[in-house]
């Protein structure tokens, strides 16, 4: 068994223990909103946000992005499970920013072991084999934070599956001070329109 493995199924057993009435707790989401955020570990939305568990509907990936599979959740969240506030997080010092489609694609054309980042960007370490499926998919990198944030919350706004009455806000976190910066553009394109 792993390191870590191990770290986290005892850390599990002692969470666990102490569960109480969480069971208990109703599928909706008790503040009835959601949070689009990146899967980066420096963010810790519980924290950021305020939200003990049950409180929020916290969707996460790469670079906090709207993808397909992120709006399947946001319809779930909010068809099915109430939600009625909907925040788009990114965050400064991405590492979306580091790279682009090419380079991913090229990365792992080349090999599919861990890249290395490096003053110059993600350089390969690995040996091959490497795959070209990576050419079928579209990274969703990030040029500029706040045109992403503003990007993503029209590109919610705007999908023919979401209503026109949830107030979608964007924001970017900053990771040296932790504070959340609202991303005024991202505001006006976000507000309800019914």
Known sequence: MSKILTEV???NRQYAATFGDKGKLAM???RRFAVLTCMDARLDP???AGLAEGDAHVIRNAGGRASDDAIRSLVISYKLLG???WFVIHHTNCGMEFFTNDVMRGLLASSLETASLTS??????GKGPGSRAGEFIEWLTIKDQARSVVDDVERIRNHPLMPGNIPIYGYIYDVATGTLNEVAEAAKRGAPSA
């Open 9 to 11: 199924l005892e850390s």
């Open 46 to 48: 519980a924290k950021f």
């Open 28 to 30: 909706p989401p008790a």
């Open 120 to 125: 110059e960007g993600f350089k390969d370490v």
């Open 83 to 85: 939600t009625r506030e």
